[in-house]
T-cell receptor, first 116, second 111 residues
């Protein structure tokens, strides 16, 4: 177990709605990354948050947005949901800027979003 | 561009060795990883290798890196039923940067 927790674990929304997913990072980690994993695919990088600011973004539209809080927890918000947003959303925490960092990500178990 | 390719499926008999292969395109890849995902779970880091290494062994796991051909492999010795999972190859040029994942190889264990 990594110590990264995500909520909710499952949720169902309808097209056009908005969703907020939450993540608590592993103790001692200062960075949170969000990934989208569609069925049968590998995780796709959405964005990374470091020091409460976006620190890199993948090829996702602006309706995907996020926040990082002073305690390093994070939220992923998706507006105007589309059917193709149905996926497992994975949060991963890591440690940036410290010696000995191997860049590895510690993943939560994900939030499975179904858009109808 | 950044791309990581791996075969989608591998079937192995219990007790045999499993070899999962991966190729990547980013010549600036510095860190390469193998992650394991069991059904309904997140990803778990199995092992990693730096690009200046050719091989890394960790108990039943052996990672081989051919940097010239941009080829990475994961060998699991004495494969057990508990090894049944999806294995993702991943890379990054910078340990503080995003990690690029392949689509995963589903390892199926035959009795």
């Amino acid at each position: 177990e990594t110590g990264v927790t995500q909520s909710p674990t499952h949720l169902i929304k309808t097209r056009g709605q908005q969703v907020t997913l939450r993540c608590s990072s592993q103790s001692g980690h200062n960075t949170v990354s969000w990934y989208q994993q569609a069925l049968g695919q590998g995780p796709q990088f959405i964005f990374q948050y470091y020091r409460e600011e976006e620190n890199g973004r993948g090829n996702f539209p602006p309706r995907f947005s996020g926040l990082q809080f002073p305690n390093y927890s994070s939220e992923l918000n998706v507006n105007a949901l589309e059917l193709d947003d149905s996926a497992l959303y994975l949060c991963a925490s890591s440690l940036i800027g410290r010696g000995g960092n191997t860049g590895e990500l510690f993943f939560g178990e994900g939030s499975r979003l179904t858009v109808l | 561009g950044e791309d990581v390719e791996q075969s989608l499926f591998l079937s192995v008999r219990e007790g045999d060795s499993s070899v999962i292969n991966c190729t990547y395109t980013d010549s600036s890849s510095t860190y390469l990883y193998w992650y394991k995902q069991e059904p309904g779970a997140g990803l778990q880091l199995l092992t990693y290798i730096f690009s200046n290494m050719d091989m890394k062994q960790d108990q039943r796991l052996t990672v081989l890196l051919n940097k010239k051909d941009k080829h990475l492999s994961l060998r699991i010795a004495d494969t057990q039923t508990g090894d049944s999972a999806i294995y993702f190859c991943a890379e990054t040029p910078n340990r503080d940067d995003k990690i690029i994942f392949g689509k995963g190889t589903r390892l199926h264990i035959l009795p």
